[in-house]
């Protein structure tokens, strides 16, 4: 049965058990179907009626399953999001993170990656929390690889602590 909240596309009037399904329809006698006598008059004017109704039937079932597919993603979007909510990671002490993050930035000197990708700005576009660990965390910033673009930047987030050029 139609969902009692759907509404027609093109008039916008509620749809509800109006639409007719294939099990509503009438079929024609099985002989009709089964062989290939011809039709008789009223046999082929209930076949017509029956094609018109189909015909008419699918875009509102289209319309319908549109409908549903977008509420659909809304409530994956939603689950998605309270999903994040409940995450481990986000009851990691920012002890931990800290490590996390110094050995994330170390293994940059392991790998031929490009020098930015491993350091603290890359790191501080995850989140609000992170960004805040990583600017209070001078510890973080001691380990310059080349020049960095922002390298005023880098030095007084180190606050003071002895720098490590690379």
């Known amino acids: 049965m139609p969902c009692p909240n759907c509404v027609c596309p093109s008039c ?3 749809i509800g058990s109006s639409i007719s399904t294939p099990d509503k329809l009438l079929l024609p006698s099985s002989d009709l179907i089964t062989t290939y006598f ?3 008059y009223s046999e082929v004017v209930h076949s017509q009626d029956i094609i018109c109704s ?3 039937t699918v ?3 289209q319309a319908m399953i549109d409908d549903l597919e977008k509420r659909k993603a809304g409530v ?3 689950a998605r999001m309270h999903r994040a909510v409940v995450s ?3 009851s990691f002490p920012p002890e931990l993170l800290v490590n996390i993050f110094a050995a994330f930035i170390a293994m940059a000197a392991c790998y031929p990656t490009p020098r930015w990708r491993c350091s603290p700005f890359a790191l501080m576009g995850i989140c609000s929390r992170w960004r805040k660990i990583i600017l209070d965390t001078p510890q973080l910033w001691t380990r310059i690889m080349g020049v960095p673009p922002m390298i005023d930047s880098w030095i007084i987030q180190s606050k003071g602590l002895p720098l490590n050029l690379e």
């Open 12 to 14: 916008r009037a509620l």
């Open 38 to 40: 011809p039709p008789t």
């Open 54 to 56: 189909a015909e008419k």
């Open 59 to 61: 875009p509102l079932i």
């Open 76 to 78: 994956l979007s939603l």
């Open 88 to 90: 481990p990671l986000r």
